[in-house]
């Protein structure tokens, strides 16, 4: 026997399992094989879409990525299992011909084992080999059982982030529109009714995204249902009413820091997709429509001080959108209108 190919698959199959296990059963996100796989695929889309100008291309990032975690699990659990038989020239044999089996006869024979589909014509030799074909087949059995149902959840995860996305839109397409949809005329108290269930569905979704951080990957190309820019504008808009706005005409205090820390939730998941505070501060928000409508705004160098206690966040932020293939300017997103436009397809 090779015990180096015997050693090197045993090595290759475990770290395969525990990236398997780590991403898919753990709520701590993608393993460390995924994570990175993850992430090459969607810079490689990232720079396509720069050269071709064509967004559609980062719209099938996450099923692109998803499709070639569950090849590379399989893969790396094929080849694993099959170095574990090339290591003994002997370790198979053919029944029908009574001789030794090529390498390529042992990854065939490694295949179906896994897959569950049968022995054939080709046998285990040895009491060794023959209880190491039944561990292959309930290891494949239920590695790849996990493999294929870790699909359903991140599709129904995905959802629940659209829904989100599409909720914030609602609101107003930018910063002012949501506020200046929500003032009454005296205050911004009625933004409350829409911000406390909003609580819920994004800690919701920052689970989500701590458990399955392939939901990064999954892009919009509609800037109304583009979560990255609804949750900025969102985030945005917290800042402003908590520093931009007198006290006194501002939502509930309590609501939102609920929201803020919400958020703050989500964000603290991103540096698992590799993102993280760039050196660029976005700029602050220009609030003279909310001026022209008489709505009072404070400034000044105490306001500038707490903008600058916020510059990570916001630096991060940024990071996000530029990571998702917008820029910021593209925070002015659009809200849906009140008649359906239906674009024709050609």
Request: proline fraction near 3%.
């Amino acid at each position: 026997m090779n015990y180096f190919i015997f050693i090197l698959g045993v090595i290759l199959l475990v770290i395969t399992a525990t990236d398997l296990i780590n991403t898919s059963l753990s709520v701590r996100g993608a393993g460390f094989l995924t994570r990175r796989l993850s992430k090459s695929i969607w810079s490689a889309l990232l720079r396509i879409n720069k050269k071709m100008g064509r967004r559609k291309v980062l719209q099938f990032g996450g099923a692109i990525i998803l499709v070639s975690i569950l090849i590379n699990w399989l893969l790396l659990i094929w080849i694993s299992a099959s170095l574990l038989f090339i290591s003994e020239p002997k370790s198979l044999m053919n029944v029908e011909t009574n001789t030794t089996t090529t390498i390529v006869n042992k990854i065939f024979f490694t295949g179906y084992t896994l897959s569950t589909l049968g022995l054939g014509d080709i046998e285990p030799e040895g009491n060794f080999w023959d209880i190491l074909t039944a561990i292959l087949s309930f290891t494949g059995l239920i590695l790849i059982s996990i493999a294929i149902t870790y699909l359903i959840p991140v599709v129904s995860a995905e959802i629940t982030k659209r829904k989100i996305s599409v909720n914030i839109n609602t609101l107003g397409g930018s910063v002012q529109e949501i506020l200046l949809n929500y003032w009454n005329g005296s205050n911004f108290k009625e933004l409350e009714q829409p911000f406390i269930p909003l609580i819920d569905s994004i800690i919701l979704h920052a689970q989500n995204h701590k458990a399955y951080s392939v939901l990064h990957f999954f892009h919009s190309s509609d800037k109304k249902e583009a979560f990255v820019l609804n949750i900025t504008n969102l985030d945005e808009v917290i800042t402003v009413l908590l520093y931009n706005i007198p006290k006194d005409q501002q939502p509930s205090y309590n609501v939102l820091i609920r929201l803020r820390k919400a958020i703050s939730s989500y964000l603290v998941t991103l540096p698992a997709t590799f993102i993280t505070p760039g050196k660029k501060t976005p700029p602050i928000q220009l609030l003279t429509d909310l001026e022209n409508q008489g709505i009072p705004i404070l400034s000044g160098t105490a306001i500038d001080l707490e903008y600058m206690k916020l510059t990570t966040r916001r630096r991060l932020l940024l990071s996000l959108i530029n990571d998702d293939g917008w820029e910021w300017t593209d925070l002015q997103c659009g809200t849906y209108n009140h008649e359906i436009v239906i674009e024709q397809i050609s």
